[in-house]
């Protein structure tokens, strides 16, 4: 059975930081580029960290760089996310997503953790 677990998430104060982890299980996680999206109240699901199977390349959206750190561990099947410097807009439930690295298939979603950046 296909699971991602998504933790680390919860109430931080503006500036401050949190580490996001996705434990994944029930396939070859190795295999799997993964991803972490977000999802504002109101607003659509975006994806703004992405790092590949074997974690050679990775890619940031604009309004994350600089700040969000995606890295993963192959051995423990868990990506991470480090955010620093978080701002209020930063405010939104975290997905991780697992896409196979050939591209076939819809991928594997998790059930999301809460941010919430307070000013």
């Known amino acids: 059975q296909v699971q991602l677990v998504e933790s680390g998430g919860g109430l931080v104060q503006f500036g401050g930081s949190l580490r996001l982890s996705c434990a994944a299980s029930?396939?070859?996680?190795?295999?799997?580029?993964m991803s972490w999206y977000r999802q504002a109240p109101g607003k659509e699901r975006e994806l703004f960290a992405s790092?590949?199977?074997?974690?050679?390349?990775?890619d940031y959206a604009e309004f994350v760089k600089g700040r969000f750190t995606i890295s993963r561990d192959n051995a423990k099947n868990t990506v991470y996310l480090q955010m620093n410097s978080l701002k209020s807009e930063d405010t939104a439930l975290y997905y991780c997503?697992?896409?196979?690295?050939?591209?076939?298939?819809?991928?594997?979603w998790g059930q999301g953790t809460q941010v919430t950046v307070s000013s």
């Open positions: 997503k697992a896409q196979h690295w050939t591209g076939r298939g819809t991928g594997h």
């Open positions: 029930g396939f070859i996680f190795s295999t799997y580029d």
């Open positions: 790092m590949s199977a074997f974690g050679n390349y990775t």
